[in-house]
């Protein structure tokens, strides 16, 4: 009797089976709505600068509103898409950070001589940020001349967005939609900064934009106070924020508007176009 092969009591795949686990996966819920998501987000793409209309998406993805809204506030909140104006969607920060459109302006390079005049104006050290979904990130930061400089925050931090003086006022330029999709995606790490709160943070949001220009204190750091200012781009959209931070015996109210002066006057003379 002829022997066996060794490897006789291994079970080959059966092709049919294979192809019945692939359509099994097609028709899984969660990938039919990774797909349906993708195709929204690749619908945003093809319309460029100029942002699509809901209803463009509804044409793009053979959908209806309902589910192209629920899709749309998820990758609003993560990023990915951004909402221009207040009718049209366009692509988001966090796919600025992956590929850098040709042509794209370095922020971190165009804001730097902003942030050396703001610092040497006010001797603190003076910050800027950009967002990338529901979180702030720190992209350059200058050193100023006074003894005591604050330089907890790092080029490269990430935290929520609010909790620090750039990130709010970045926060509280955003359209309505976006700054509350921000608000609730950091709900559970807000209570880590110094005790933040949702209702805390839509307080300062609501000042903030009162004011023009944003203040926030122990919070992020204890015992620092930092007042921070939204940069726009060419279109008026705001896409960075710039912040100087100190001690809080440092920063009274008239040395905040002071230095809030110092900010808008370096963005006019220096970026009058945005960034």
Not at 100 to 118: H, K
Not at 148 to 169: D, H, K, S, Y
Not at 182 to 194: T, V
Request: hydrophobic share 45%; glycine share 8%.
């Amino acid at each position: 009797m002829p022997s066996q092969p060794a490897n006789s009591n291994v079970r080959q795949p059966d092709k049919r089976t294979s192809a019945h686990t692939a359509d099994t996966l097609a028709d899984d819920p969660g990938s039919r709505t990774l797909r349906r998501g993708l195709q929204v987000l690749d619908a945003v793409l093809a319309h460029g600068r100029d942002g699509a209309r809901v209803v463009d998406l509804c044409r793009a993805a053979a959908l209806e509103r309902a589910p192209v809204y629920r899709l749309l506030a998820t990758l609003v909140e993560s990023g990915y898409v951004a909402q221009h104006g207040r009718f049209r969607y366009v692509a988001g920060p966090r796919l600025a950070t992956l590929v850098e459109p040709t042509g794209q302006p370095n922020l971190a390079v165009r804001l730097a001589p902003v942030l050396e005049r703001v610092s040497r104006a006010c001797g603190d050290a003076a910050f800027a940020i950009v967002r990338e979904g529901p979180t702030s990130h720190c992209i350059a930061r200058h050193v100023g001349t006074h003894p005591v400089q604050i330089l907890v925050i790092q080029v490269g931090t990430r935290q929520p967005l609010g909790v620090g003086a750039a990130g709010l006022a970045l926060l509280a330029a955003l359209p309505d939609a976006e700054m509350q999709a921000c608000i609730a995606a950091n709900a559970q790490e807000l209570p880590r900064y110094g005790g933040m709160t949702p209702e805390r943070l839509q307080i300062l949001v609501r000042a903030t934009r009162e004011r023009g220009w944003s203040v926030v204190g122990n919070h992020a750091t204890q015992g620092v106070l930092a007042a921070g200012m939204a940069v726009r781009n060419a279109a008026g959209e705001p896409v960075a924020a710039i912040s100087v931070a100190s001690t809080v015996d440092r920063m009274p109210r008239e040395r905040q508007q002071l230095i809030a002066r110092w900010m808008r006057e370096a963005l006019a003379a220096l970026l009058p176009h945005g960034v």
